[in-house]
């Protein structure tokens, strides 16, 4: 059975950080493309990071880039979302996703395998 389960959101301050970890289970971890997404309330689903299966690549949103950092351990089939320096724009719910990793760069949010069930980020002071 497939699974991905987040944890480590939660409620952070301006400017604070929070580590996200996506867990995966039931597939090869290690042959798949792992990303992070989050839906704020009322927004559409943003791809915000995104790493290649054998971590040799990274992929940031503008909005995210020098203050997010993602990063997996294959041995530990698991993927980490390091978020620092946290805006209230950060608030959301984020997602990780995986998809099979055929060499040809990140795939659509809508091309993704597996997704997790979430977990909620909220920056607020």
């Known amino acids: 059975q497939v699974q991905l389960v987040e944890s480590g959101g939660g409620l952070a301050q301006p400017g604070g950080s929070l580590r996200l970890s996506c867990a995966a289970s039931g597939f090869t971890f290690s042959s798949y493309v792992m990303s992070w997404a989050r839906q704020a309330p009322g927004k559409g689903l943003e791809w915000v990071s995104g790493?290649?299966?054998?971590?040799?690549?990274?992929y940031y949103a503008d909005s995210v880039k020098g203050r997010f950092t993602i990063s997996r351990d294959n041995a530990k089939n698991t993927v980490y979302l390091q978020m620092n320096s946290l805006k209230p724009e950060d608030t959301a719910l984020y997602y990780c996703?995986?998809?099979?990793?055929?060499?040809?760069?990140?795939?659509?949010?809508?091309?993704?395998?597996?997704w997790g069930q979430g977990t909620q980020v909220t920056v607020s002071s």
């Open positions: 996703a995986a998809r099979w990793d055929y060499g040809l760069g990140y795939p659509a949010l809508n091309e993704y395998d597996y």
């Open positions: 790493i290649y299966s054998d971590g040799s690549d990274t």
